[in-house]
Nanobody
Framework: QVQVVESGGGLVQAGGSLRLSCAASGRPFSAYALGWFRQAPGKEREFVAGINWSGRSTYYADSVKGRFTISRDNAKNTMYLQMNSLKPEDTAVYHC???????????????????WGQGTQVTVSS
């Protein structure tokens, strides 16, 4: 059974930084793309960033480009989202997800991902 668990959320002032982590188990971690999504109250879940199975290719939503960095450590079965220059509009529950395709597939939309974590809350105060 695939399990996905996020950690690292919290409360931070605008302009501050946080690093989220995502641990996945239940299938070969290094063989699948990974992604981060977020959902603010009253809004739909939206794509934040994605990374391919090797970590050599990434994709970002325009709203976070230049501020957030996605990375993965396949030896530790862990993915990260470094969030800098945080804004109040970044406040949301952040979810990690694993890709559907073994050593392939896209990683920039919800349809590309099959297993999801429960999420971690990020709150940015002004």
């Amino acid at each position: 059974q695939v399990q996905v668990v996020e950690s690292g959320g919290g409360l931070v002032q605008a302009g501050g930084s946080l690093r989220l982590s995502c641990a996945a188990s239940g299938r070969p971690f290094s063989a699948y793309a990974l992604g981060w999504f977020r959902q603010a109250p009253g809004k739909e879940r939206e794509f934040v960033a994605g990374i391919n199975w090797s970590g050599r290719s990434t994709y970002y939503a325009d709203s976070v480009k230049g501020r957030f960095t996605i990375s993965r450590d396949n030896a530790k079965n862990t993915m990260y989202l470094q969030m800098n220059s945080l804004k109040p509009e970044d406040t949301a529950v952040y979810h990690c997800a694993t890709g559907r395709t073994y050593y392939g597939g896209n990683y920039n939309s919800m349809e590309d991902f099959g297993f999801w974590g429960q999420g971690t809350q990020v709150t940015v105060s002004s």
